[in-house]
């Protein structure tokens, strides 16, 4: 399995006609905007802001995908501060996704730690775990024309397709 996906576990899903959602914040090089679109397509999923979300309207879906670029370890401010808002749930079905500079198992598991945290403890159930390497400028890179140009590439979204598929095998 490839070093920038990590799937911790398999779970089989029956949703028959499944109504997802995406939260995403996407800015700068819209690289995780890219990786939302590929999933949203094969979940058949809208595509909110998280400043557009009524954190009430959250539960009228079965799926729910929270997504953003990794800013210091962690996903940006606004789904940080969206989870925060969420109302309980018990055991609503979600998914974190992401784009960053570096990528790893390791890497991935703290990168999604601190929203995973807000979610788990609103009661969501985190079914999965989606993250691929972005094009990043920030800071001194921009100097040396950033890193990982050109990602996320047809590779990266047609692993975020088959992550997307691998959440509705049984649907």
Do not use: W
């Not at 100097?143 to 598929?165: H, T, V, Y």
């Amino acid at each position: 399995m490839d070093q920038d996906f990590q799937k911790p576990k398999q779970m089989e899903r029956s949703f028959g006609k499944m109504k997802s959602i995406l939260i995403l914040y996407s800015y700068h090089h819209h690289n995780t905007e890219k990786i939302a679109t590929a999933i949203a397509q094969v979940l058949s999923a809208d595509i909110i802001l998280p400043k557009d979300v009524n954190p009430e309207s959250i539960q009228d879906y079965d799926l729910v995908g929270f997504g953003s670029g990794i800013y210091s370890a962690k996903h940006d401010e606004s789904l940080l501060k969206l989870a925060d808002r969420l109302p309980e749930v018990n055991n609503k079905d979600a998914f974190i996704f992401s784009t960053a500079g570096i990528t790893g198992k390791s890497k991935i598991s703290k990168d999604h730690s601190t929203l995973k945290d807000k979610l788990e403890s609103k009661g969501y159930t985190i079914i999965d775990e989606f993250q691929c390497k972005g094009f990043n400028t920030n800071s001194f890179l921009r100097l040396f024309g950033g890193m990982n140009k050109g990602r996320p590439n047809i590779e990266d979204l047609k692993r975020a397709e088959e992550f997307a598929k691998s959440m509705i095998l049984d649907s």
